[in-house]
């Protein structure tokens, strides 16, 4: 089973079952029931899981809000076996800051989302996770320790941002209501 839960009102687009994208009326349930209209925050991550019957430990979990993907995966109650989540390909590579959290915040077409590739490897393991693969300037794949340990343990994937991929910033207008933590 597959859940996609989008909280973009203006997208008119799912997924097929086979993958191929189509339009569809985001209001409706047309194409895949399993597509829901929510706005995923910090606050009701857990509680949207639970509505719609996600399992305790899923097997994949995938985070891209272009906003709050590293305070949506620390307030996760949930287990999944791996996980996949952006980050921002815009911050360099030895910083390590997020943005600060805001339960309302939307993309603003600037790079101003997310958090940092380090920013998130450091939640990875205070959760319990290995980063084990790195997909361009987008994505990081983690997977649980203990599942990692079923398979012999001590893998050393050793991951690390890779620096040519790196894109400078776009300027972002006002830097004072761009707010960013530490991580």
């Given at each position: 089973?597959?859940?996609?839960?989008?909280?973009d009102?203006?997208?008119?687009?799912?997924?097929?079952?086979?993958?191929?994208?189509i339009?569809?009326?985001?209001?409706?349930?047309?194409?895949?029931?399993?597509?829901?209209?929510?706005?995923?925050?910090?606050?009701?991550?857990?509680?949207?899981?639970?509505?719609?019957?996600?399992?305790?430990?899923?097997?994949?979990v995938?985070?891209?809000?272009?906003?709050?993907d590293?305070?949506?995966?620390?307030?996760?109650?949930?287990?999944?076996?791996?996980?996949?989540?952006?980050?921002?390909?815009?911050?360099?590579?030895?910083?390590?800051?997020?943005?600060?959290?805001?339960?309302?915040?939307?993309?603003?077409?600037?790079?101003?989302?997310?958090?940092?590739?380090?920013?998130?490897?450091?939640?990875?393991?205070?959760?319990?996770?290995?980063?084990?693969?790195?997909?361009?300037?987008?994505?990081?794949?983690?997977?649980?320790?203990?599942?990692?340990a079923?398979?012999?343990?001590?893998?050393?994937?050793?991951?690390?941002?890779?620096?040519?991929?790196?894109?400078?910033?776009?300027?972002?207008?006002?830097?004072?209501?761009?707010?960013?933590?530490?991580?």
């Amino acid at each position: 089973d597959s859940l996609l839960m989008e909280g973009d009102t203006a997208r008119d687009w799912t997924l097929s079952p086979s993958g191929k994208k189509i339009e569809r009326n985001i209001h409706g349930d047309k194409y895949d029931p399993n597509i829901k209209e929510e706005f995923v925050t910090a606050e009701n991550v857990s509680e949207l899981f639970r509505k719609y019957n996600v399992p305790q430990d899923p097997d994949l979990v995938s985070i891209d809000l272009d906003g709050n993907d590293l305070w949506i995966w620390k307030a996760l109650k949930y287990q999944p076996r791996v996980v996949v989540i952006e980050f921002n390909g815009c911050i360099p590579v030895w910083v390590s800051k997020t943005i600060k959290y805001n339960p309302e915040h939307q993309y603003g077409r600037n790079d101003y989302y997310g958090a940092s590739f380090e920013a998130l490897k450091k939640l990875g393991h205070e959760m319990g996770y290995t980063c084990v693969y790195q997909l361009k300037t987008t994505n990081m794949f983690f997977v649980k320790d203990v599942i990692l340990a079923e398979y012999g343990g001590n893998h050393n994937f050793n991951v690390r941002y890779n620096s040519q991929q790196y894109h400078p910033a776009h300027p972002t207008g006002n830097p004072e209501k761009y707010a960013w933590v530490k991580y």
